[in-house]
């Protein structure tokens, strides 16, 4: 079982950035894969990004980014910590979302229905 905690969300301005933050309980985080997603207003819930779990010095670990992120968002974790974080660059007003974190047993997936556990999510809003 793993539960997870998002934290990091807020308002800023357009071109401004955040750091999103999922903190995980359990003591098998490092063998999760980790995503973010997020769900605009009136929207579905949609693919941000995800990292595998096998990140190391050497290693920065596989990950995947929806295309209208690529550049601007990182994802990246910390084992040690029993954490995933999400570097928001550039914020555009479309980003503006409920952004959740999932894990899930296994290789990176951009498939919601791969995830076996979700966070309560937190919001980011994006002022023009």
């Known amino acids: 079982q793993v539960q997870l905690v998002e934290s990091g969300g807020g308002l800023v301005q357009a071109g401004g950035s955040l750091r999103l933050s999922c903190a995980a309980s359990?003591?098998?985080?490092?063998?999760?894969?980790m995503g973010w997603f997020r769900q605009a207003p009136g929207k579905a819930r949609e693919f941000v990004a995800a990292i595998s779990w096998n990140t190391g010095y050497w290693n920065t670990g596989n990950t995947e980014y929806a295309d209208s992120v690529k550049g601007r968002f990182t994802i990246s974790r910390d084992n040690a910590k029993n954490t995933v974080y999400l570097q928001m660059n550039s914020l555009k007003p479309e980003d503006t979302a409920v952004y959740y974190c999932?894990?899930?047993?296994?290789?990176?997936?951009?498939?919601?229905?791969?995830?076996?556990?979700w966070g309560q999510g937190t919001q980011v809003t994006v002022s023009s």
């Open positions: 999932a894990a899930r047993v296994g290789g990176v997936t951009v498939y919601q229905a791969g995830y076996d556990y």
């Open positions: 359990g003591r098998t985080f490092s063998s999760y894969a």
